[in-house]
């Protein structure tokens, strides 16, 4: 999770609360749409929540709001509250993994349903895209036509 750089309290800190900043303050709106960096970036939470405890400059507020994030993340995959953090990260990571074993597998997927597109169904495809074009067309005139007609009756009555 950290490198052999990151030896010192200070510097797990802070790499931890960027990766946390950037998965759940800048990037939440692909929370859903890459679940596994979202469960890995969890474990760094655990780790920031760590860090945090010994610095001794935390404000208690601050470390309140983190802790009942804690516990939402640790609820969401029914990791106990008095689980060891050590336990929580290990868990945290391997469903990270197997997340992203299984988003390599969808996108192998995807591609192969994109590349079975055979010329028939292309040109079925471009049929039903004119077709609807017609339709709407149809439609458009229709609402003008009778709105003309709405109008003459109105002259008409006066």
Known sequence: MFSKQDKTSKKKQAKAGSKVYARFVKGKGQLNKY???MIRDMAYF???YNEMLNDKNA???TLEGLKKGREA????LNISPKAKSSEAVLKFWATGKMLYVAHK???KKKKKKEQE???EIAERAAVLANLKKQIATAKVNAQRAATIK???KIKEGN
Do not use: C, I, Y
């Open 150 to 152: 709405a109008q003459e």
């Open 105 to 107: 597998k969808n996108k």
């Open 59 to 61: 404000k208690v507020e």
């Open 73 to 76: 993340m640790r609820m969401s």
């Open 117 to 119: 597109l055979t010329p």
């Open 35 to 37: 679940q596994h960096h």
């Open 46 to 48: 655990e780790a920031l």
